[in-house]
């Protein structure tokens, strides 16, 4: 089975997470009723005009982006072709796309403060969702059966542990991106390796090899051990859920970085997780190059992985398990599970005085219907076709359902390993505070004791995550 090709769109869904605008290149006032029809009332405020004594209108809005809409838009016809009731009534859902600008966030508080809102959206991270929950916005969906079973038909108990806010559940994540490692094979290969490492001291033999076979690795065009040109920027605070956050991830075991009003990263992980990338040393490049990985003899060893390349990569035949290998996020000793960071987003039910209980009842039996057991696979497996980005399951390599997929797909195969461990972002809406803090004080000074070192030879990061402690408390009003 081929997937669609949509780099561009893909692109710009996984980096609006980045930028932590939920933005992206699609029409943002496209609007339907899921039958065909255009409509002009979506998210009207008038209850009355949007329900009758036999039908019950539910607004779903999607992210802004076209590929997503289209899926939505086709999920919704489905459903309603069923004539599924609440109440005696029948229940059409009507699908939108989400306000872009200035961002999806923007547009959804604006809508609830308006009382224009949907009665289920998705495209929501999880900082965003700790913001809802603050306001008493979004509906806790962990005591109820049907999100229960949800959860037990997609195999994704370990995953919701990540995603619990205060001990609640308010997102059913919907994708996940796992952000690990992308290896240069050829450059391995030249300094004797035939596999990515997977602990921390397999990662420091590897860069110590780095300095001492430097003409083997420019025979394979390899000039640089990793390209990460964000490290010193504050301006680009998202990248340390890509970079610190992922390492730090494995090598604490998963420990959380914040609950509620307190920092609680582990200081001794922090440390190591630091000094992780203070092994580059003198080697990183740090300026801006582009298409890295589509150039025959890449310059690099290593970077962060981008599963949205991955059409670009096939495009240009670069291929995986020959060009380039993902290896998990590093742990301290073999069989530590490599937990990684999750750039993932999901579905979040609404409160808002615009919509009523049936409407929001509503809601609940048409994403029941989408991920329930009886179609949970193949709503997931739609989406996987439609966007190349991996559905939220933990058999995703066992069930029969993805197998056409993942056997063409070896990298997606790869990447669904540690979809499992995925942690994603900061149950906080001060998420940007936080990493800029972290970025001026911590990991933009450290890197210029980092680009004095030999590879293999990591500057002590001690005092750099003494202050980012103290910043990161000040910036988020953390204890």
């Given at each position: 089975m081929k997937l669609r090709k949509c780099v561009a769109l893909i692109m710009a869904a996984v980096m609006t997470t980045?930028?932590?605008?939920?933005?992206?290149?699609?029409?943002?006032?496209?609007?339907?009723?899921?039958?065909?029809?255009?409509?002009?009332?979506?998210?009207?405020?008038?209850?009355?005009?949007?329900?009758?004594?036999?039908?019950?209108?539910?607004?779903?809005?999607?992210?802004?982006?076209?590929?997503?809409?289209?899926?939505?838009?086709?999920?919704?016809?489905?459903?309603?072709?069923?004539?599924?009731?609440?109440?005696?009534?029948?229940?059409?859902?009507?699908?939108?796309?989400?306000?872009?600008?200035?961002?999806?966030?923007?547009?959804?508080?604006?809508?609830?403060?308006?009382?224009?809102?949907?009665?289920?959206s998705e495209n929501i991270n999880r900082g965003f969702a700790a913001t809802l929950a603050a306001s008493d916005v979004v509906y806790d969906l962990s005591g109820e059966d049907w999100f229960n079973e949800v959860v037990e038909a997609r195999q994704m108990s370990e995953t919701m542990e990540n995603w619990a806010i205060d001990g609640k559940q308010y997102v059913l994540p919907i994708y996940v991106n796992p952000m690990v490692w992308q290896w240069n094979m050829k450059g391995l290969k030249a300094i004797g390796y035939d596999k990515a490492p997977e602990t921390v001291e397999e990662f420091i033999e590897v860069m110590k090899a780095f300095d001492t076979k430097k003409d083997a690795l420019a025979e394979a065009g390899v000039t640089h051990s990793f390209y990460r040109p964000s490290l010193g920027r504050p301006d680009q605070y998202w990248d340390r859920w890509f970079d610190f956050m992922m390492i730090y991830n494995g090598v604490s075991g998963g420990k959380s970085i914040v609950e509620g009003n307190k920092l609680t990263m582990d200081k001794d992980a922090a440390i190591a997780?630091?000094?992780?990338?203070?092994?580059?040393?003198?080697?990183?490049?740090?300026?801006?190059?582009?298409?890295?990985?589509?150039?025959?003899?890449?310059?690099?060893?290593?970077?962060?992985?981008?599963?949205?390349?991955?059409?670009?990569?096939?495009?240009?035949?670069?291929?995986?398990?020959?060009?380039?290998?993902?290896?998990?996020?590093l742990v301290n000793k073999s069989g530590d599970i490599p937990?990684?960071?999750?750039?993932?987003?999901?579905?979040?039910?609404?409160?808002?005085?615009?919509?009523?209980?049936?409407?929001?009842?509503?809601?609940?039996?048409?994403?029941?219907?989408?991920?329930?057991?009886?179609?949970?696979?193949?709503?997931?497996?739609?989406?996987?076709?439609?966007?190349?980005?991996?559905?939220?399951?933990?058999?995703?390599?066992?069930?029969?359902?993805?197998?056409?997929?993942?056997?063409?797909?070896?990298?997606?195969?790869?990447?669904?390993?540690?979809?499992?461990?995925?942690?994603?972002?900061?149950?906080?809406?001060?998420?940007?505070?936080?990493?800029?803090?972290?970025?001026?004080?911590?990991?933009?000074?450290?890197?210029n004791e980092v680009v004095e070192a030999v590879p293999g030879n990591a500057p002590d990061a001690t005092s750099y995550i003494e202050a980012a402690i103290e910043a990161m408390k000040q910036a988020g009003g953390l204890e």
């Open positions: 980045a930028v932590a605008a939920g933005c992206g290149s699609g029409s943002g006032g496209k609007d339907s009723s899921a039958d065909g029809n255009s409509s002009s009332d979506a998210g009207s405020s008038d209850n009355t005009s949007k329900e009758s004594a036999e039908e019950i209108e539910v607004d779903f809005w999607t992210a802004p982006q076209q590929v997503q809409y289209d899926l939505w838009e086709g999920k919704a016809q489905a459903f309603n072709e069923t004539k599924a009731e609440v109440d005696g009534k029948v229940i059409k859902v009507k699908v939108q796309q989400m306000p872009e600008s200035p961002s999806s966030e923007a547009g959804i508080q604006n809508a609830i403060a308006t009382e224009t809102a949907p009665a289920v997780a630091m000094e992780v990338i203070g092994a580059f040393g003198n080697s990183v490049q740090q300026g801006e190059l582009s298409s890295i990985w589509v150039e025959e003899n890449p310059s690099v060893l290593v970077s962060i992985n981008a599963p949205w390349e991955i059409s670009l990569y096939r495009e240009n035949n670069v291929v995986y398990g020959e060009n380039y290998v993902y290896g998990p996020s937990y990684n960071y999750a750039d993932s987003k999901g579905l979040t039910f609404y409160k808002a005085k615009n919509i009523s209980e049936e409407e929001h009842k509503g809601a609940v039996e048409f994403v029941k219907w989408v991920y329930g057991k009886e179609n949970s696979a193949q709503s997931d497996l739609d989406w996987l076709n439609a966007t190349t980005m991996l559905p939220v399951r933990g058999d995703l390599n066992e069930n029969e359902a993805f197998a056409e997929v993942m056997g063409e797909y070896p990298e997606l195969a790869a990447l669904a390993e540690w979809v499992p461990y995925a942690i994603p972002g900061l149950a906080t809406d001060k998420d940007a505070d936080i990493w800029t803090a972290f970025t001026e004080v911590c990991s933009g000074p450290y890197m």
